[in-house]
C-alpha cells in the first residue's frame, strides 16, 4: 500500500505545480541551507528532497510570517549586508509547493547543494583560543545572556583583521558578541559566578575595541576587514564572548572556540562607535506607546557603516532616522517588529555618506501590557532600565568613520559631552526612585567625573563606601581621585583598602606605588610596583608604572626589562615609548644606552608625528648616541624652529642646550637618578 | 444540558469510585475503537484499554521539531505532577522514517519519563485528529476525548513565545477530568510543526 503513495501524489499533481528539483531547491540553497545542514543552528536541515518535504507546509508557514528566514529590517538603500528574506512571489511559490503535496520533481535537473567549506571559513587563524570549560545550558527555563572570559597568549600587541567563532554544539547559541577587557574586571565578575563565565548582559569593563562591533549571528559568513582596518589586542587583555542562549529542552554543552586573524598594517581607518537612546527608562505597568526619542547633529562629515539596535522584551519597534542639513530626511533602519531572540548587526553593502550637520534620530516603542505576549511580568510590572532580561534597554549603536584624523578628534569629545549627559540623566533617574542605590552612587561618580566635577565625584563615591563599606571600586576611585589631587594622606587608606578587600588588584598596587615614590619612600614604591608587576606581568600599567619607578630611582638598566614588557603590551603608548627612547638614547648609565634602538623608536615615532618637536628632540638625541653629530645638529636645529613657534619656553631652552652639546660632538645625558 | 454535558455528568458519576481505590469499568458503550500500535522495547499495545490509567495523555512529537523539544521539561513536570495520581502518559513519535535507536537516544537526550509509543502509520494520529507538534490528546476511562490541543499558551506563534504560560490547558484538562469535571476548554489550538508533513508510513 505504501508503494503507491507517491505515484497517487504523481497523479494528483498538475504539471504547473512548483516542484522541489526545479523550485523550491534553489530557494532553499539561498536563503536557508547555511543553517539548515546537519551540525548547524537550525533544527533541521533542509538538503534534499525528502528533507524539504518533511516540512513542506511548515516551511510555508514559517516564511508566510516572516519568521524565517530570520531578518528583522525593513528593505534598505543602500541594503544590509547578509539581508534575509523572501518575495512575495517566493513565499507564494512555496505555499503551492506545499498545497501540492510538495513533489519532488525531476530529480536528475535539480540543483547541486551549494558546497561549504569545512571549518573555519577564514582560512587557518593565526591564533584559536578556548573557552577554558563547556557551559551547560539548562534544559529548561528562559533566554539567558552568558559572558565567558578567554585569555589570550599573546607577547606583543596584534592587530586582528578578522575572527570566527565554532561552538561543539551551537543549538541553543542565538547570537554572540566578542569584546575585549583590557584590565581584570570580567575575570573578578567571572570569579564571583560559580558556573562557568558570568550571567546577564552587563560586561564589566569590556568594550568594543577600536570602533568595531565584533558580532556573531547564526548563518552569517565572517569576513576580513578591508585593507587597514583592524582592532588591537594585547597581551595581558581578555577577550569576553557574550552568549545569548536559548534553551532547547535538554541540557547542551556548549564551548565557543575563537580564531584570529591578524595583519601587520597598522590601523588607518579608524572607525567611532556611539549610542544613541536612553538609559533613563521607567515604564509604568499597562504603558502601551512608551516613547524613548533622542537625536544627535554631527559635528562632522561621516561615513555611515552600521547599527546594532538593543532592547529587551518590551520593546515593539525602533527607527532610525537622518535629518540633513538642507532639511531632507530620510529613513535609515526600521524594525516593526522587534524580536528580542533574533538581534543582528545592520551593515550597509556601502557605506552612507552624512553630512555635518545631519542629525540622527532614534525612537523605540515599547508595550508593557498584558497584550504584549513578550511580556515577562504577569501582570505587567513597572519597567526600568538594567541589563537583566525583565528591565529594558533601548539602544542603537552607530559605527561612523570621519573622514581623517581632524574629524575623529571633534566627533569623539562632541558625542562623549552627549553620552555623558545620557549616562547622568540614567543615574540621577535610579537615584531618585531609590536615593540608597549603592552602585548607582558610584556610577554617577564616575560620570560627574569624566564631566570635570571632581567635588561631586567624591561626594558619591563618598556616598557609595558609606552605603557599602567593602566596595572596592569605590574605594579604588576615590582613592584614585585623591591620589590624583595630591591628597596623599587620604588616598592611600582607600588603596590599601582595595588591596585588602583584592589581594591580586595590579591596579591599586600601582596607584599605591606611585603614592609612595611621590612621598619619597621609594622602599615601599619599589615594593608595590613588584607585587603589581607579579600579581599581572602582562598587564600594561603594572610594567610600565614599575618601569618609570625604576627609571626615575636610577635603576635605568633594571627599567630596561620593564619598558620592554610593557610596551610589548601596548606599543602605541605615546608616553612611555618617548621616556623608553630618553633612558636608551641619554641615559647616565651606559649599560642601559642602546642607541641604534633608540633611533629606531625615535624613528617609529616621527613616521606618526613628522613634525613633533619632542619626536625631533628625541631624534637628535638618538643619533648623538649613535654620534652621528651632524645629523643630531641639523634635526635639533629643526625641533628648536618648531618650538619656538610653540608656547614653551622650558622646552625650547633644554633644546638649545642640547643642540649646543650637539655642535661641540658631545651625547646629551640625562641627570643621573637619585640613588634611592 | 446539552448532549455532551451530560456525558461528562455521567462520567462524573463513574469516576467516583475510583477516588476510593477502585478501579471504574468502563461501560462497553463508552469503548473507543481499539487502536494497536508498537510501544518502544515492549510490543504491541492499546494505549486507551490500560483499566488502571484514571485518565491517558497522548503526546504527539517528532525528534526534530523544536517547538516539541523545548515542551520536553514541561511534559517531565506534568508527568511527575499527574503520574503518582493515576495518570498514564503517552509519547507517541509520528515520524516514520526514524529506527528505534534514534527514538530512544531522543528519549534519553531529553530525559522523557513516560511510556513511548511508535505511530508510523499515524493511526494515533488519525484517532486524536492531531495536526501538530507538540500536540495533546486526553482520553477518559473507555476512550472518551476529554482534550486536544496545545499543552499551554506560551507558544502564541512561531515567532511569538511568551516567557512563562499564563494557561496550562492540558494540566487544567486533567484537573478536570480527575475531579470528574468537563474541562473548561475542551480543544485549543496547537502551534508548532506541521504533523501533515510527515507522510504515513507502514503501521508497524
Redesign the interface.
Known amino acids: ?2 508503494a503507491f ?1 507517491p505515484l497517487l501524489l504523481a497523479l494528483a499533481q498538475r504539471p504547473d505545480d512548483p516542484t522541489w528539483a526545479r523550485d523550491v531547491a534553489p530557494l532553499l540553497f539561498d536563503h536557508c541551507v547555511a543553517c539548515h545542514r546537519p551540525g548547524e543552528v537550525a ?2 536541515p533542509l538538503l534534499t528532497a ?1 528533507d524539504a ?6 516551511i510555508a ?2 516564511c508566510r ?1 516572516r ?1 524565517m528566514p530570520p531578518w528583522s529590517a525593513e528593505p534598505s538603500d543602500p541594503p544590509f549586508v547578509g539581508t534575509r528574506g523572501l518575495t512575495e512571489a517566493q513565499i507564494a511559490l512555496l505555499e503551492r509547493w ?1 498545497a501540492a503535496g ?1 513533489p519532488a520533481g525531476d530529480l536528475a535537473a535539480a540543483p547541486q547543494p551549494p558546497h561549504f567549506t569545512p571549518g573555519w571559513q577564514l582560512g587557518e587563524p593565526d591564533l584559536v583560543v578556548t573557552m577554558d570549560e563547556p557551559f551547560v545550558v539548562p ?2 527555563g ?1 533566554d539567558s545572556y552568558r559572558n565567558f572570559v578567554i585569555a589570550v597568549p599573546l607577547d606583543a600587541m596584534r592587530y586582528v583583521c578578522g575572527w570566527e567563532l565554532r561552538f561543539d554544539h551551537p543549538k541553543p547559541v542565538h547570537h554572540g558578541v566578542l569584546k575585549v577587557d583590557p584590565g581584570d574586571s570580567s575575570r573578578r565578575l567571572d570569579a564571583r559566578d560559580p558556573l562557568p563565565g558570568f550571567a546577564e548582559m552587563e560586561t564589566g569593563e569590556a568594550i568594543s575595541p577600536d570602533g568595531q562591533f565584533l558580532g556573531w549571528t547564526p548563518g552569517r559568513t565572517p569576513h576580513l576587514l578591508p585593507d587597514g582596518m583592524s582592532w588591537r589586542l594585547r597581551p595581558g587583555s581578555d577577550l569576553v564572548l557574550q552568549l545569548h542562549l536559548v ?4 541540557p547542551e554543552s556548549v564551548r565557543a572556540t575563537i580564531g584570529l586573524h591578524f595583519t601587520s598594517t597598522p590601523i588607518q581607518r579608524l572607525p567611532y562607535v556611539f549610542r544613541l537612546g536612553s538609559t533613563a527608562i521607567d515604564i509604568p505597568a499597562g504603558a502601551t506607546d512608551y516613547e524613548i526619542v533622542d537625536r544627535y547633529t554631527l559635528p562632522v562629515a561621516v561615513e555611515l557603516h552600521a547599527f546594532v539596535p538593543h532592547a529587551h ?1 518590551l520593546a515593539r519597534t525602533v527607527r532610525v532616522g537622518a535629518t540633513f542639513p538642507d532639511g531632507a530626511a530620510r529613513t535609515l533602519l526600521e524594525i516593526k ?1 522587534w ?1 528580542f ?1 533574533w538581534q543582528d548587526e545592520y551593515r550597509y553593502q556601502r557605506p552612507v555618506a552624512l553630512p555635518a550637520g545631519t542629525t540622527l534620530d532614534v525612537r523605540w516603542l515599547f508595550d508593557n501590557s498584558a497584550d504584549n ?4 511580568s ?1 501582570p505587567p510590572a513597572r519597567v526600568r532600565y538594567g541589563p537583566r532580561s525583565i528591565e529594558e534597554m533601548c539602544d542603537v549603536w552607530i559605527q561612523v568613520i570621519p573622514a581623517g584624523r581632524a574629524d575623529f578628534e571633534k566627533l569623539q569629545p562632541d558625542q562623549a559631552k552627549q553620552e555623558l549627559a545620557l549616562l547622568r540623566a540614567g543615574f540621577e533617574l535610579e537615584l531618585a526612585n531609590d536615593p540608597d542605590d549603592a552602585e548607582a552612587h558610584l556610577d554617577l561618580g564616575q560620570t560627574l567625573l569624566q564631566q570635570g566635577d571632581a567635588p561631586g565625584a567624591r561626594r558619591e563615591f563618598a556616598r557609595t563606601i558609606e552605603l557599602d563599606p567593602a566596595n572596592a571600586r569605590a574605594h579604588l576611585r576615590l582613592g584614585s581621585l585623591l591620589a590624583r589631587e595630591r591628597d596623599v594622606a587620604s588616598a592611600r587608606p582607600h588603596l590599601e583598602r582595595v588591596v585588602e578587600l583584592e589581594p591580586d588588584h595590579a591596579g591599586a598596587m600601582v596607584e599605591l606605588g606611585r603614592l609612595a615614590a611621590a612621598a619619597g619612600d621609594f622602599t615601599a614604591a619599589r615594593e608595590w610596583h613588584a607585587r603589581a608587576a607579579t600579581a599581572r606581568p602582562k598587564l600594561f600599567a603594572a610594567r610600565a608604572g614599575y618601569a618609570i619607578l625604576l627609571d626615575d630611582s636610577g635603576d635605568d638598566v633594571g627599567a630596561v626589562a620593564h619598558y620592554e614588557a610593557a610596551l610589548a603590551s601596548d606599543p602605541d603608548a605615546k608616553e612611555l615609548r618617548r621616556a623608553y627612547g630618553w633612558l636608551l638614547a641619554a641615559s647616565p648609565v651606559a649599560a642601559a644606552r642602546n642607541g641604534e634602538k633608540a633611533l629606531a623608536l625615535a624613528r617609529a615615532m616621527l613616521d606618526e608625528t613628522p613634525d613633533g618637536v619632542r619626536e625631533l628632540d628625541l631624534m637628535a638625541a638618538a643619533q648623538a648616541e649613535c654620534r652621528r653629530y651632524k645629523a643630531a645638529e641639523t634635526t635639533a636645529e629643526r625641533a628648536l624652529m618648531l618650538a619656538q613657534r610653540g608656547d614653551e619656553p622650558a622646552l625650547t631652552a633644554a633644546i638649545a642646550a642640547r643642540r649646543s652639546l650637539y655642535a661641540g660632538r658631545k651625547p646629551y645625558r640625562q641627570p643621573a637618578g637619585l640613588p634611592r | 444540558m446539552s448532549a455532551a454535558a451530560t456525558a461528562f455528568a455521567a462520567l462524573a458519576l463513574l469516576a467516583l469510585p475510583a477516588a476510593c481505590g477502585a478501579p471504574p469499568r468502563p461501560p462497553p458503550t463508552a469503548t473507543a475503537p481499539a487502536v494497536v500500535v508498537f510501544e518502544l522495547d515492549r510490543g504491541p499495545v492499546d494505549p486507551l484499554a490500560d483499566p488502571a490509567a484514571r485518565a491517558t495523555v497522548l503526546l504527539f512529537t517528532r525528534r ?3 517547538i ?7 511534559i517531565a513536570h506534568l508527568h511527575a505532577e499527574y503520574a503518582p495520581r493515576g495518570v498514564a502518559f503517552f509519547l507517541v513519535y509520528v ?1 516514520p ?1 526514524q529506527t528505534d535507536d534514534e527514538v530512544r537516544a531522543h528519549v534519553r ?3 522523557y519519563p513516560c511510556r513511548v509509543l511508535l505511530d508510523p502509520g499515524h493511526q494515533l494520529v488519525a484517532l486524536a485528529g492531531a495536526t501538530i507538534t507538540p500536540e495533546a490528546a486526553l482520553y477518559l476511562p473507555g476512550g472518551r476525548r476529554a482534550y486536544r490541543g496545545r499543552i499551554d499558551d506560551r507558544v ?9 504560560p ?1 494557561r496550562r490547558d492540558l494540566a487544567e484538562a486533567i484537573d478536570a477530568a480527575l475531579a470528574g469535571r468537563a474541562p473548561e476548554v475542551a480543544e485549543t489550538p496547537a502551534i508548532g ?2 504533523l ?4 504515513p ?2 503501521p508497524r
Do not use: W
Request: overall charge negative; hydrophobic content about 35%.
Open positions: 500500500m505504501l503513495a533544527p533541521f525528502d518535504a518533511d516540512h513542506a507546509e511548515q508557514r514559517a510570517i519568521y506545499a510538495a534544559a529548561d528562559l534553551p532547547t529542552g535538554k522584551y517588529d524580536d531572540a505576549p513578550r511580556n515577562p504577569r | 526534530d521539531c523544536p516539541s523539544n523545548r515542551y520536553a521539561p514541561e515520524d522514517g537526550d531529553y530525559g502564541v506563534a512561531l515567532d511569538v513565545i511568551r516567557p512563562q499564563t510543526c506541521v501533515g508533513d510527515l507522510r508510513g507502514a
